[in-house]
């Protein structure tokens, strides 16, 4: 089993916390998985992960959490070619509507910039927002798993567990297919 880099930028600790939620789904599965959080992160340790899980919350109107702002020109200067990269964000879809996730969109932006070759897309549907940079055109798919520990936290366990099989399922026949 390859071991799964678990990447997250966390301010008030639930992008953390859905992070080990994340982790342990996948330990189930039998994967080992080291969680690192973006500020004590470097180049060495993104690349030493064939499977990356980024996560990162967005704030108030679509901001983005400030160690992946800072960590953003390291990012782009990485070559992910060779690289799995799954991403689940964080917002408030009431509070914030018109930006909820928005950073994850931000994210995924970045991450398909530098070659990763993107997995884990994400219904949205049961979810009320009108407007988000991480929703395809039709707001029919999120680029990931998006939760909302303000409005619907008890849906995060079961949301973190479909999409975990989801991208066990899409790693284990991208890494057949190779």
């Known amino acids: ?13 639930n992008t953390e916390e859905v992070g080990g ?5 996948l330990r189930n599965y039998g994967y080992i998985v080291e969680m690192v959080n973006i ?17 990162i919350p967005t704030w108030d109107f679509g901001g983005i959490q400030e160690d992946w702002e800072d960590f953003e020109s390291t990012l782009l200067a990485l070559d992910l070619s060779n690289r799995v990269v799954a991403l689940y964000g964080l917002g408030d879809q009431r509070g914030y509507g018109d930006y909820f996730v928005d950073a994850m969109g931000w994210l995924h ?15 949205t549907e049961g979810y009320k927002f009108s407007a988000s940079l991480a929703a395809n055109d039709d ?19 079961s949301r973190v567990n479909t999409w975990v099989a989801q991208i066990v399922d899409e790693f284990e026949q991208l890494a057949v297919a190779l």
């Open 139 to 157: 707001l029919s798919e999120f680029c990931g798993l998006a939760i909302d520990e303000d409005q619907q936290f008890e849906l995060t366990d």
């Open 21 to 25: 939620k994340i982790a342990e789904a």
């Open 109 to 123: 932006e970045r991450v398909a910039q530098v070659g990763a070759q993107i997995i884990g897309r994400w219904s």
């Open 39 to 55: 500020s004590e992160a470097s180049p060495e340790v993104l690349l030493s992960y064939p499977f990356l899980i980024l996560g």
């Open 1 to 13: 089993m390859a071991t799964i880099g678990l990447v997250f930028g966390t301010d008030t600790g």
